[in-house]
């Protein structure tokens, strides 16, 4: 009797031990099994959408934007900073910009109620060219936030913003940078500073524009003042004056002087030398007109960028029609 009670302890004890090596397998597995399903699921999330959803919209741009281009210098790359403000719509930790493939987020952070908030960078995708940011807590509907994100940027030779070369007056190459889109195409501001390139949202772009003594600045807006900011530098301030689609965001730099005439009492500028001319009557609203060769024409509010070869032909015509008439 005796051996036979040894014999079935001896047994149990023998499962005991081979269940708890399973048990734990097992649990492990369900372990594993679980913390994979969840970061199938962030992981998705980050991804992003295929299109922006409409949960944050903003009211105001802050830009900073620095060029290293000089009127005789190339340079191709530039840096800057954007301020977005925006409200939320829906509760929710995501927020999303459009960036360019050739612009590069060197640092980010997001406010509220003058306090940083907790916020990570997700997921970009070079299709859809949406970035995902998200807060460590869900953004609500009665709070005004504030996304800065400092960047790098690249040239690009046909969308977004592009040099532009012409021959001076005394044979010399010169160097220019403009950015303007097409009316009618449905993006365009993304490949200049991080934002929500559409049409869906309008907002005040403020611009401050940092550039080289040898060039100067045209926008949508006057220049309300500028200051040196150091012995080659001189910041221009372009502050918004009605709210723009991100398609009608239009800029240009390049070497120009001014010449101030007044007509019945309308005051005019305009700059030369002939390559670059720019009428705008400075007191509240602006009409920049600039001649570029080897460009579309191209229309936007406050400014226009007009092809060379087409403004020689339209002379001509003009000229032959009144020695006819």
Not at 112 to 119: E, P, Y
Request: with cysteine; proline share 4%; hydrophobic share 35%.
């Amino acid at each position: 009797m005796m051996i036979l009670e040894e014999e079935y302890l001896r047994r149990a004890t023998l499962r005991k031990r081979t269940w708890q090596p399973m048990k734990c397998f097992s649990s492990l597995y369900a372990l594993i099994l679980y913390v994979s399903l969840v970061n199938k699921i962030i992981l998705h999330v980050e991804d992003g959408p295929q299109s922006i959803p409409y949960i944050n919209v903003p009211t105001r741009y802050d830009i900073t934007l620095q060029f290293e281009t000089e009127y005789n210098k190339s340079s191709k790359v530039y840096s800057g900073t954007v301020s977005m403000v925006f409200e939320a719509r829906e509760l929710s930790q995501h927020i999303y910009v459009h960036k360019g493939n050739t612009t590069y987020i060197t640092n980010y952070a997001l406010f509220a109620n003058n306090k940083k908030l907790s916020i990570r960078k997700g997921k970009y995708c070079k299709q859809t060219e949406i970035q995902t940011f998200i807060s460590s807590n869900n953004l609500t509907t009665d709070t005004e936030y504030r996304l800065e994100i400092k960047f790098t940027g690249e040239f690009l030779p046909v969308i977004g913003l592009t040099e532009f070369t012409y021959i001076s007056e005394d044979g010399k190459m010169r160097y220019g940078i403009r950015f303007m889109s097409k009316q009618t195409a449905r993006k365009g501001l993304r490949y200049l500073f991080p934002c929500l390139d559409s049409n869906d949202y309008p907002a005040f772009f403020h611009f401050k524009v940092k550039r080289k003594l040898s060039l100067r600045v045209l926008g949508n807006y006057y220049v309300t003042h500028s200051t040196q900011s150091s012995l080659i530098y001189m910041t221009d301030t372009l502050p918004s004056q009605s709210i723009l689609r991100p398609i009608q965001v239009g800029l240009v730099l390049c070497e120009f002087q001014y010449k101030t005439e007044t007509y019945d009492g309308l005051v005019v500028i305009n700059a030369f030398p002939s390559y670059v001319p720019c009428i705008f009557n400075h007191k509240k609203y602006t009409a920049d007109a600039i001649i570029i060769p080897d460009t579309y024409t191209l229309h936007q509010p406050g400014i226009s960028i007009l092809n060379e070869e087409e403004i020689l032909v339209e002379s001509r015509e003009f000229t032959n029609f009144n020695i006819s008439m």
